[in-house]
């Protein structure tokens, strides 16, 4: 995944924005004020940070060398990923996904339905808890 590509992807949710408050290099995603990805997307090499569920951050780190706690983050709820081609970009989307929802599950059910979040994530998961499991 190249750097456009990884900033399309996050830019491409309801409600995504673009901010840099920490330096002009560091992108920071966010939704309703809350941060979802970290990135510097002119890295070399580019990684990118996430929030993940706990159990699923420690499989993640387990299975790829590329993955490890979140870089100057609670590691417990954030990895971060090296873009070096080992992780299948279709996993990473998936991991970008799931800390967006991650975040949003955790705002007031109106900043939710702002983001048109719950029927979003009952379209694309087709469970009818979301794609995060978080019950509606």
């Known amino acids: 995944m190249t ?6 992807l996050c830019l491409s949710f309801p409600g995504a924005r673009e901010e840099f408050p920490f330096d002009e290099g560091t992108s920071v995603f966010k939704v309703a004020g809350k941060i979802f990805a970290l990135s510097r997307l002119t890295g070399k090499p ?4 996430l ?7 420690v499989q993640l780190r387990t299975a790829y060398p590329a993955i490890t706690g979140g870089y100057h983050l609670n ?3 954030w990895n971060t990923v090296v873009i070096d081609g080992s992780v299948p970009d279709r996993l990473l989307r ?3 996904e799931d800390s967006y929802d991650l ?3 955790g705002l007031p059910r ?3 339905e702002k983001l048109h979040w719950v029927a979003l994530s009952r ?14």
Do not use: I, N, Y
């Open 3 to 8: 750097p456009a590509a990884l900033k399309k």
């Open 46 to 49: 580019l990684s990118v940070s």
């Open 51 to 57: 929030k993940c569920e706990p159990d699923l951050a």
């Open 75 to 77: 590691k417990r709820h």
């Open 94 to 96: 998936e991991m970008v």
């Open 103 to 105: 975040v949003v599950a």
């Open 110 to 112: 109106r900043e939710q």
């Open 123 to 136: 379209e694309e998961t087709g469970h009818p808890e979301g794609h995060t499991g978080v019950p509606l």
